[in-house]
């Protein structure tokens, strides 16, 4: 596609459930990234795909967090038994390769646990 | 860990005046990014200097990069009120440059 897209772009869940965040790079970028940022917060970095595997997934927070990525293209994100800290905006991003020329966002989740 | 660190954390300047906005990072970098956000959501990449460049300009953007100092600043000339948005600094360093380390970003307000 033409850019980023992130979906869904606001999900509000309860404390306890599993949320699925989605994000459909730019076609042909090799590399996909996860960021999380808290309100009024830098970007923190969570995973790094290059193609299908994640060679870095450092940045999860928890083992509660996990993500994947299928024919090199659309990643998922997924937090399991969320909890409020998990509130933030999650952000997708995609670069033609592991150097890093410049990503191109999505528009983020706004994820809110009540 | 944040890498970078924009200073100052607000500006607020009348339409029409230059904006400067300063980044410092800790470590040594293979390059350094500027990117603006609205409201909250996607970035947008503005500019990209390697390690080895001093200066860059892209339109009303100059983004300058002192290695010695780990410093690099944004400036933007003729602000207009559309320039209204949060400027992130990102830091790549390391073998393969692929994880962008950003900081918390200064909030410019354009006053028309």
């Known amino acids: 596609g033409a850019g980023v897209s992130q979906s869904p772009s606001n999900k509000v869940t309860e404390k306890g459930k599993d949320v699925e965040l989605r994000c459909d790079p730019i076609?042909?970028?090799?590399?996909l990234y996860w960021y999380r940022q808290r309100l009024g917060q830098g970007l923190e970095f969570l995973i790094y795909?290059?193609?299908?595997?994640?060679?870095?997934k450092s940045g999860l927070p928890s083992d509660r967090f996990s993500a994947e990525r299928t024919g090199e293209s659309v990643s998922t994100l997924t937090i399991q038994r969320t909890q409020q800290e998990d509130s933030a905006v999650y952000l997708c991003?995609?670069?033609?390769?592991?150097?890093?020329?410049?990503?191109?966002f999505g528009s983020g989740t706004r994820l809110t646990v009540v | 860990s944040q890498q970078g660190e924009e200073d100052p954390q607000a500006l607020s300047i009348q339409e029409g005046e230059n904006a400067t906005m300063n980044c410092s990072y800790k470590?040594?970098?293979?390059?350094l990014q500027w990117y603006r956000q609205n409201s909250g959501r996607g970035l947008v990449h503005l500019i990209l200097i390697r390690s080895n460049e001093r200066e860059k300009h892209s339109g009303r953007l100059r983004v300058t990069l002192d290695t010695s100092k780990k410093s690099s600043s944004l400036l933007i000339t003729a602000s207009r009120a559309a320039d209204t948005a949060s400027y992130f600094c990102a830091t790549a360093s390391g073998a393969g440059s692929y994880q962008l380390t950003f900081g918390k970003g200064t909030k410019l307000s354009v006053i028309p």
């Open positions: 076609s042909g970028h090799t590399a």
């Open positions: 470590t040594s970098i293979n390059n």
């Open positions: 991003a995609s670069s033609l390769g592991p150097q890093v020329y410049g990503y191109t």
């Open positions: 795909f290059q193609g299908n595997s994640a060679p870095d």
